[in-house]
């Protein structure tokens, strides 16, 4: 539950940031608002402020001066400040007084929510303001493909940040096992800064991500870089690491990340090694409707229509493919359903190779079927107790939020909530906790799961899906599902189809 108090001298921006943001959603239960500095800091010495978003230039009290005057009294609140100037000197005064993020008028409502997203979580986490705080904020944003190439250019250029390298790729660190993975991360950081330049911060899956950027990126020698070090500071069997795919452009370092956290998310790390070797893709189209097919099959509420869907998919996986990779392909898809669904569970690959893949299926083709389905029942034993580990009205909330988006129904947490007698932010604010995610980024998940879904009719207008999962607007839909799929809508169909053509099957 968070307070958030909104400075600006204009009214308008004051009511556009009042009625645009979903701020229930986001876990705040108190929006104050006033139009100069003098009367903001009043509120803060009546009461405690977790998030400031202010203006700069107002009457009485400039937003400088009040962010000077609150790091005195309430050094805890976080800040961001919203301005129509974007002169160089008041970035660099903001970055001295700790502000989580400098955004120039006249600014996207989403982008403005994001960054109230990316902060809010930073307060649940109980992190301490920095300037070390901002460029973490940025570097979360980048890899996450939350930010133009306009802004991220600014934030670089505030930040001593070069982008104009040649090539750019991802390492992420994850402990596997008990110890310390400290001295691997330094000897990482200061052995990369001999060759590359080096971004790091730790990313809310807790992995250790270090951005290098630099003239070419040889996977193989950071390969034998990483074994080298592991074996150096004794932590071969603490820490593994993953290397995603190297890009040329810096708005693609989203794409080298994805890559590295799904080589970390889509193995045994009990069994793996200190570099984790890649893997076959497994956010394409085709595993994207075969985990869309496998999530849908665990939501079903009765037994038997799921073991009529289990069926049904075995049969389709066993035409047209080998068995190994059939059952690959399988095993990679419920993976990716899990941690997916479920980013707060811990020990989730463990549960999946241990206790579901071993042992089901003899490697014989005429019983990958039978195998096929018992591993899929299996793993939604996983998938129920994960899910069961929710309270009761979060569980409501998913359900509601799936049923809509399914059923092409509007989807509103206050609706729910005054359905249903509750509270919006506090219901907000426990989604956020269980889930690991905020309810608009979940319920936009949905809806992009949904999409990819009809996408593969051609005769479907990308704009007629995206009003009947739920996007009102046809840009913001393309906006996010380039933001978790790396391409357009019309891009991903065009491949999708053309797989289609070549008689791949989900």
């Given amino acids: 539950m968070y307070t958030v108090l909104l400075v600006d001298d204009e009214d308008s921006v004051l009511e556009v940031l009042k009625k645009s943001i979903h701020w229930q959603e986001l876990g705040v239960d108190k929006l104050l608002a006033v139009s100069d500095g003098l009367t903001a800091l009043d509120c803060f010495e009546r009461q405690h402020i977790d998030l400031l978003i202010t203006d700069i230039r107002m009457p009485r009290m400039n937003g400088l001066e009040l962010i000077g005057r609150v790091r005195d009294i309430s050094p805890d609140t976080h800040t961001i400040l919203l301005t129509a100037y974007g002169e160089f000197e008041y970035a660099k005064q903001a970055i001295a ?202 939501f079903l509420p009765e037994e038997e229509s799921r073991l009529q869907g289990y069926r049904h998919l075995a049969h389709k996986l066993a035409l047209g493919t080998s068995g190994g990779e059939a059952f690959a392909r399988l095993v990679q898809g419920c993976l990716y359903v899990l941690v997916n669904e479920f980013p707060n569970y811990g020990g989730i690959q463990e549960k999946v190779y241990h206790h579901s893949v071993s042992g089901v299926w003899d490697g014989e083709e005429a019983h990958l079927e039978q195998a096929a389905v018992v591993f899929l029942q299996k793993v939604y034993g996983i998938f129920a107790e994960c899910f069961d580990a929710y309270t009761p009205i979060v569980r409501r909330v998913v359900l509601y939020i799936r049923n809509c988006v399914l059923g092409g129904e509007g989807v509103s947490l206050k609706e729910f909530c005054g359905q249903n007698g509750m509270n919006p932010a506090y219901i907000g604010h426990m989604f956020k906790g269980e889930t690991g995610v905020f309810f608009n980024d979940y319920l936009n998940r949905c809806r992009i799961e949904r999409a990819i879904v009809l996408l593969r009719n051609p005769n479907r207008m990308v704009k007629d899906i995206a009003e009947e999962v739920g996007f009102t607007n046809t840009s913001y839909f393309v906006k996010c599902f380039r933001e978790q799929k790396g391409i357009s809508p019309a891009k991903y169909r065009q491949e999708l189809l053309g797989m289609q053509k070549k008689g791949s099957r989900p």
């Fill in 97 to 298: 007084l700790g502000v989580e993020n400098y955004l120039l008028k006249p600014v996207a409502r989403e982008e403005v929510e994001q960054n109230i997203r990316n902060t809010l979580d930073n307060i649940y986490r109980k992190r301490e303001n920095s300037e070390s705080l901002l460029q973490e904020n940025v570097l979360r944003r980048w890899t996450a493909g939350n930010i133009g190439d306009e802004e991220l250019s600014d934030r670089a250029a505030m930040l001593g940040m070069n982008l104009y390298q040649k090539a750019y790729c991802v390492v992420c660190l994850v402990k596997r096992a008990r110890g310390s993975m400290a001295g691997m991360c330094s000897a990482c950081a200061e052995t990369f800064a001999k060759e590359y330049d080096v971004w790091r911060f730790w990313d809310e899956k807790g992995n250790y991500v270090m951005i290098l950027g630099g003239r070419e990126i040889d996977t193989k020698a950071l390969t034998d870089t990483l074994e080298r070090l592991a074996w150096e500071t004794e932590t071969e069997q603490i820490v593994s690491a993953a290397i995603g795919t190297p890009v040329r452009q810096a708005l693609n370092v989203r794409l080298s990340y994805q890559a590295a956290c799904d080589a970390i998310e889509l193995v045994d790390l009990q069994t793996a090694g200190v570099v984790l070797g890649s893997r076959e893709d497994v956010r394409g189209t085709n595993a994207d409707l075969l985990a869309e097919e496998i999530k849908i099959l665990f």
